[in-house]
């Protein structure tokens, strides 16, 4: 027989979390605040600690459709001659 395991949820649920890569080093984070929370509520955003010199966040927004759209604008944005790079993050690497 087959054990269903309890508390799982569907992988395709809802993709809410989005990392955006490739913003400027010096920025602000009221700038990028103010960025974000033009296409949604951001649950939260923190910063990932990585080697490059440009800055990396996760953000959560909270549905799926204010990630979808801050990705369909924010990914490609030029910001100071930054091109910012947006992607979605599956649960599974966003868990800690």
């Known amino acids: ?31 990028l605040d103010s960025l974000l929370v033009q296409y949604g509520v951001v649950e939260s955003c923190e910063q990932v600690n990585t080697d490059s010199e440009t800055a990396v966040v996760n953000v959560t927004y909270s549905s799926k459709d204010q990630a979808r759209q801050a990705l369909d604008k924010l990914n490609g944005f030029q910001l100071e001659n930054f091109t910012l790079k947006v992607a979605y993050i599956p649960d599974e690497m966003a868990a800690q």
């Open 1 to 31: 027989g087959s054990s269903g395991s309890s508390g799982s949820v569907p992988k395709r649920q809802r993709i809410r979390k989005l990392q955006i890569r490739n913003i400027p080093p010096h920025l602000q984070w009221e700038v």
